[in-house]
């Protein structure tokens, strides 16, 4: 969680709670705790969103590449390339204009579309500012006579097609009075535009495309949510039905990676979105969102509400006999418990999430239940020879022993030896 996360729920910084324990042993442990309590501190404001995205990962726990999956910042020349292959389609002139189009060219792009008879598509997936006057001007300016141009095809970026597409198809209605079918579509419904401009009909089939560039390539700027939002809409009205909740899902982890309680909202609402389309049958991915809206309940500070959508979560999972899923949800209490200072609470909840958790678990998750174990019992100042096994025990069970979730292991054995140094412990 940020800073600005934890400000919007309530929560204290859980260095303050190490620096206090900290100052009551000896300096030199003070002094040793100052130089190694940054990279602890920086692991636990990200953990909250590292097990939040658990929910929505696959039962098999596959190690996530990057757990928090923020949308990356790629360069936007990068991005751009991505995302604007040229598009060819037979019988059909496509008109692409670059990254600078701007109203000084509209009068030129609207005169190239009408001058040769056949459909046309206008792509405008490189334009960085798009303007609602290019559609009005396309009305205003349409002097081809009735069947010249059957159909225009206009291919924006998917955020633009969010924000842009129904306001076009109004500025763009007169031409369906002229005999032109226009249609608006986004990158991802590349596939099914040779289709559409053969006489078929529009098409949402790769909507698991979008949520891929959403997670991977979007660049969010100031209206995300709106982005978000519609992009709900959409997979509600035109997923199949059996792909909907889990798309939902994959959503709301997009909407908590954002900062603050506009992001953790979203997820709430998506969430619970899926909640709805999978009904009161216990399954593994009503688990998941159940999960998935309590991270967002407890990310809003509405604990109460999130600690009893975990309590379900857990009575689904041992209806359905899915010990993954079960200690996943005690793991996110126990850790719920640690990050409000309940150190004990947090302990219990760890001990039975690995009991009930099967030595042929998925490590991931494994190593986050001895690590979080070992962090309770430093914590509580108990047990120093237990905690060093766990924590070593989590870091044995990291894919990669250079990785940022082993250097926190490490973090967490430096803290519990120096404590056994300590003739104060």
């Not at 389609?89 to 005169?111: G, H, K, M, N, R």
């Not at 001895?370 to 870091?395: P, S, Y």
């Not at 082993?406 to 056994?420: G, H, Q, S, V, Y």
């Amino acid at each position: 969680m940020t800073d600005r996360g934890r400000a919007a729920a309530g929560l204290p910084h859980p260095g303050q709670r190490l620096r206090r324990a900290g100052r009551t042993l000896r300096r030199p442990f003070t002094v040793l705790v100052g130089f190694v309590i940054a990279p602890l501190t920086a692991a636990w404001t990200r953990r909250s969103r590292r097990i939040a995205d658990v929910a929505i990962t696959p039962a098999s726990f596959a190690p996530p590449v990057a757990p928090d999956r923020a949308p990356s910042r790629r360069s936007r020349a990068e991005t751009v390339r991505r995302t604007a292959d040229p598009l060819t389609l037979a019988e059909v002139e496509v008109i692409e204009v670059d990254a600078e189009f701007s109203e000084p060219q509209y009068a030129t792009v609207c005169d190239q579309i009408q001058r040769a008879p056949g459909s046309k598509l206008l792509d405008l997936r490189a334009v960085r500012a798009i303007k609602i006057r290019l559609f009005e001007r396309l009305a205003s300016d349409w002097k081809a006579p009735r069947g010249t141009v059957p159909r225009l095809g206009i291919v924006l970026g998917f955020e633009q097609w969010t924000v842009l597409r129904h306001v076009a198809e109004r500025r763009l209605r007169p031409l369906g009075n002229r005999g032109v079918k226009i249609e608006v579509f986004y990158p991802q419904q590349g596939d099914s535009l040779q289709d559409w401009f053969a006489g078929g009909g529009v098409r949402h089939d790769r909507l698991r495309d979008v949520i891929a560039w959403l997670r991977t390539e979007w660049r969010p700027g100031p209206i995300w949510p709106t982005v978000l939002g519609r992009t709900a809409s959409l997979i509600q009205a035109s997923a199949e039905v059996e792909a909907v909740p889990e798309l939902l899902l994959e959503l709301a982890a997009i909407a908590r990676s954002f900062p603050g309680a506009e992001g953790a909202e979203q997820a709430a609402h998506h969430a619970h979105a899926a909640l709805s389309w999978l009904g009161d049958q216990p399954s593994p991915i009503r688990c998941r969102a159940l999960r998935a809206a309590a991270a967002a309940r407890l990310l809003l500070g509405q604990a109460e509400a999130g600690l009893m959508l975990l309590e379900m979560a857990i009575t689904t999972a041992a209806v359905l006999r899915d010990p993954i899923e079960e200690a996943s949800a005690l793991a996110e209490i126990g850790f719920h418990a640690l990050r409000r200072g309940h150190a004990a609470r947090a302990e219990t909840r760890f001990r039975a999430a690995l009991d009930v958790l099967p030595s042929e678990g998925p490590r991931y998750l494994r190593a986050t239940l001895h690590h979080d174990l070992a962090l309770a019992l430093h914590v509580q100042r108990k047990d120093t020879d237990e905690a060093e096994r766990h924590a070593t025990t989590a870091l044995g069970l990291r894919w990669d022993q250079g990785s940022q979730l082993a250097r926190e292991d490490r973090t967490l054995l430096a803290l519990i030896c120096a404590r056994r140094a300590s003739p104060r412990c």
